[in-house]
């Protein structure tokens, strides 16, 4: 079995090395489904690896389990005594389950967050969950929200994911983006937020889902009802429309209805990015499995920071897991 060696780079979605504790890479021949597999790390810079034993033959089939990081997978050229992998391909979001926001403190949100910040202190009846108490979303408020927090955490990253797009989002012959059209805040869950909206709004959807154009297409509102229904005190839901943009504006859905909210006539608009996972697939070549019950805020997080790297998301990410305790869980493992 011959020595090989792979220069081993691989990225995130901000274009640096990664920083994974532990990596399982497989190397096979296309008809064999066992293969020889070493254990790696990357500490964020990118460095050359030697495989002994490694199997002959061109192409390979690599496999890259990552602990932090989505799995990636591809055949790669041998070039005498290297592996060459598909640079391209070697670019993978951050499996949610692994992270936890680091949320910018209300103090520090500055002017890009400027709208979100007036619209959450005039959002008295806000829900950041749809289990939670309604109220303001503001200052200390805003900052207790815990990062484990599921429920919580989730359905504030979906507000931040959203707010990236809607406040710089405008549509055609409009001279202000979508998020002023905005004019209460009711819900933020982990896949959608809710307000109450303008009459401009409402119109633009709706000509919009009539007579698509300028990068919006229409989009079926069906599913959207429950969703306006199930908020407390809204009644009487009815002339929903929906439109929505293309991979590229990320797949964002706006959803216009009808309806009565304590008494009185409104106008509710819901967004989404996204929730059955298609954007993620898109934007990143290597993910191939199907999303069952929605997408994570933190896939939507990647795949915004993929395709508008200057945008501002109000949130970092930190591993769940410090480093250590990864290692030690390894050597445990393989006593």
């Not at 389950?97 to 007036?118: H, N, Y």
Request: proline share 7%.
């Amino acid at each position: 079995m011959p020595t090989r060696t792979l220069r081993l780079d691989i990225r995130n979605v901000d274009d640096a090395v990664i920083v994974d504790p532990l990596i399982h890479l497989r190397l096979a021949r296309p008809s064999d489904a066992s293969g020889q597999m070493w254990m790696l790390a990357l500490d964020g810079k990118a460095k050359t690896v030697q495989l002994d034993d490694a199997p002959a033959g061109d192409p390979l089939n690599l496999r890259l389990s990552l602990s932090r990081y989505r799995d990636i997978g591809m055949f790669a050229a041998v070039q005498g005594s290297r592996i060459v992998p598909d640079a391209s391909l070697m670019t993978t979001p951050r499996t949610p389950s692994e992270w936890l926001p680091s949320f910018t403190p209300w103090a520090k949100l500055g002017t890009p967050f400027a709208i979100l910040t007036q619209r959450l202190e005039n959002s008295a009846r806000f829900q950041l969950g749809r289990q939670s108490a309604a109220g303001t979303l503001v200052k200390g408020t805003y900052d207790a929200v815990r990062p484990a927090d599921q429920t919580a955490a989730k359905a504030k990253m979906t507000l931040l994911n959203l707010y990236s797009r809607l406040a710089v989002e405008t549509p055609p012959s409009m001279n202000a983006p979508w998020f002023e059209q905005t004019t209460t805040l009711l819900l933020a869950n982990r896949e959608r937020v809710i307000s109450t909206t303008t009459a401009a709004c409402v119109q633009m959807v709706r000509s919009l889902s009539s007579h698509p154009g300028g990068g919006y297409k229409k989009a079926d509102p069906v599913l959207h009802r429950p969703f306006f229904e199930d908020l407390p005190g809204v009644t009487d839901v009815c002339g929903l429309a929906s439109i929505k943009t293309d991979v590229s504006r990320a797949n964002l859905q706006l959803t216009i209805c009808e309806a009565r909210l304590g008494g009185q006539d409104v106008f509710l608009l819901d967004t989404d990015i996204d929730e059955h996972g298609e954007l993620l697939a898109h934007t990143f070549d290597l993910i191939r499995h199907v999303f069952t019950g929605g997408t994570d805020p933190i896939d939507v997080h990647e795949s915004l920071r993929a395709l508008f790297p200057d945008a501002t998301m109000g949130y970092d990410l930190e591993p769940r897991a410090p480093i250590g305790s990864v290692r030690a869980k390894v050597r445990g493992a393989t006593r």
